[in-house]
């Protein structure tokens, strides 16, 4: 399988740098307008915004390194960064925080990481309990805001959360992860459900409740994704008892994720609903975070024959031309739980990037 899984990747991250706007867009367009779909945003398609499919598509390059260990992807990143600091950046918020996950470690670019994680510690919005409050762009404009008062999403951890964890390990800046330990802890508290040991799509302060109660796919990935990179990245340099608390997390989540993963190898979007769509973006993202796992040892070598399935669910799902298929849209936090049953499936760029992270991580696993 490790031929075939070289030969999907070189293919999808092609796909990834020339990755263009979906053929049926006015058909998309059409439908949503009328009320029968949802999710359609043009930002999402290809490598040229700054916003947080782009942040993806760059982490997922990232993990990617020549035989000499070097990043193979480097001049890219100096290229890309560039370019967007002279088209203009957009307003500060927790989705645009994303491309910076990566593009911090450039000596280029340091000076704005530094700026922008200054806006994290002192100025972005904040909820009830010092909640990072999930700002994002306008719907049609990078210059907007919508605010989303008093709301912390899953999304958050990923977004912003892991940034700010790698800035206090780089900077040797307790405050900094310890924030990063405590938003972990308060996304815990308020959005999984220690009933199913699933994530809901988020937590509203200002009403007491996790909106539809949702346990969407791409969004419980995000955890299952983040929990292990941020062990990663923080090691020692957190308490036991935050170590505990988010291991025991996600240990209780993946094991939940298996007993509802379908025959075809994916998951749903809505994971405890049947009759609701498998995608392959937050399939991807199950199945990296569950290796990694294996890899940092948290999780055993039980764990490799549900993966073995998923990554042979993902490659089914390539298309000739390197599309990732069956990826769902952006999805905000909907109003009711068949809403996301109304997601279109289009290609984008955070849908190649997390193949890409899949297909990355199952390298190091020879035995898949």
């Given at each position: 399988?490790?031929?075939?899984?070289?030969?999907?990747?070189?293919?999808?991250?092609?796909?990834?740098?020339?990755?263009?706007?979906?053929?049926?867009?006015s058909?998309?367009?059409?439908?949503?307008?009328?009320?029968?779909?949802?999710?359609?945003?043009?930002?999402?398609?290809?490598?040229?915004?700054?916003?947080?499919?782009?942040?993806?598509?760059?982490?997922?390059?990232?993990?990617l390194?020549?035989?000499?260990?070097?990043?193979e992807?480097?001049?890219?990143?100096?290229?890309?960064?560039?370019?967007?600091?002279?088209?203009?950046?957009?307003?500060?918020?927790?989705?645009?925080?994303?491309?910076?996950?990566?593009?911090?470690?450039?000596?280029?670019?340091?000076?704005?990481?530094?700026?922008?994680?200054?806006?994290?510690?002192?100025?972005?919005?904040?909820?009830?309990?010092?909640?990072?409050?999930?700002?994002?762009?306008?719907?049609?404009?990078k210059?907007?805001?919508n605010?989303?008062?008093?709301?912390?999403?899953?999304?958050?951890?990923?977004?912003?959360?892991?940034?700010?964890?790698?800035?206090?390990?780089?900077?040797?800046?307790?405050?900094?992860?310890?924030?990063?330990?405590?938003?972990?802890?308060?996304?815990?508290?308020?959005?999984?459900?220690?009933?199913?040991?699933?994530?809901?799509?988020?937590?509203?302060?200002?009403?007491?409740?996790n909106?539809?109660?949702?346990?969407?796919?791409r969004g419980?990935?995000?955890f299952?994704?983040?929990?292990?990179?941020?062990?990663?990245?923080?090691?020692?340099?957190?308490?036991?008892e935050?170590?505990?608390?988010?291991?025991?997390?996600?240990?209780?989540?993946?094991?939940?994720?298996?007993?509802?993963?379908?025959?075809n190898?994916?998951?749903?979007?809505?994971?405890?609903?049947?009759d609701?769509?498998?995608?392959?973006?937050?399939?991807?993202?199950?199945?990296?975070?569950?290796?990694k796992?294996?890899?940092?040892?948290?999780?055993?070598?039980?764990?490799?024959?549900?993966?073995?399935?998923?990554?042979?669910?993902?490659?089914?799902?390539?298309?000739?031309?390197?599309?990732?298929?069956?990826?769902?849209?952006?999805?905000?936090?909907?109003?009711?739980?068949e809403?996301?049953?109304?997601?279109?499936?289009?290609?984008?760029?955070y849908?190649q990037?997390?193949?890409?992270?899949?297909?990355?991580?199952?390298?190091?696993?020879?035995?898949?």
């Amino acid at each position: 399988m490790q031929e075939t899984i070289q030969h999907e990747l070189k293919k999808v991250i092609n796909q990834l740098l020339n990755l263009k706007r979906p053929d049926n867009e006015s058909q998309i367009q059409q439908l949503q307008s009328e009320g029968k779909a949802l999710g359609y945003f043009p930002r999402d398609f290809g490598m040229d915004e700054w916003d947080w499919p782009q942040g993806i598509g760059l982490y997922g390059l990232n993990k990617l390194t020549k035989p000499d260990g070097s990043k193979e992807y480097q001049d890219f990143f100096v290229k890309w960064a560039n370019d967007q600091i002279e088209r203009g950046l957009p307003l500060k918020n927790v989705n645009t925080m994303a491309p910076l996950l990566t593009l911090m470690d450039l000596p280029s670019v340091e000076k704005l990481a530094l700026e922008w994680m200054q806006w994290v510690e002192n100025e972005c919005p904040r909820t009830k309990e010092n909640g990072i409050q999930h700002v994002t762009s306008g719907n049609t404009s990078k210059f907007e805001l919508n605010l989303h008062d008093q709301e912390i999403w899953i999304d958050t951890l990923f977004m912003v959360v892991l940034f700010t964890a790698k800035m206090g390990k780089k900077y040797n800046n307790a405050a900094w992860m310890n924030e990063a330990a405590y938003q972990f802890a308060l996304h815990i508290k308020k959005i999984f459900n220690p009933g199913n040991s699933l994530f809901f799509h988020g937590y509203d302060f200002a009403n007491e409740n996790n909106f539809s109660e949702a346990h969407w796919c791409r969004g419980n990935s995000w955890f299952t994704l983040a929990a292990p990179e941020f062990l990663e990245i923080m090691q020692d340099s957190m308490t036991q008892e935050s170590r505990d608390l988010i291991f025991g997390t996600y240990k209780a989540q993946v094991d939940k994720l298996l007993q509802l993963q379908h025959e075809n190898g994916l998951w749903h979007t809505l994971l405890d609903d049947k009759d609701s769509y498998t995608e392959v973006s937050g399939s991807a993202a199950i199945t990296a975070g569950i290796l990694k796992g294996i890899r940092l040892g948290l999780l055993d070598s039980s764990y490799l024959e549900p993966c073995r399935k998923a990554v042979a669910a993902v490659l089914k799902n390539i298309s000739e031309d390197g599309t990732v298929l069956n990826v769902s849209a952006g999805t905000p936090i909907c109003e009711t739980k068949e809403d996301y049953k109304k997601i279109v499936f289009a290609p984008t760029a955070y849908g190649q990037a997390l193949t890409i992270v899949l297909l990355a991580e199952a390298l190091f696993h020879k035995e898949l």
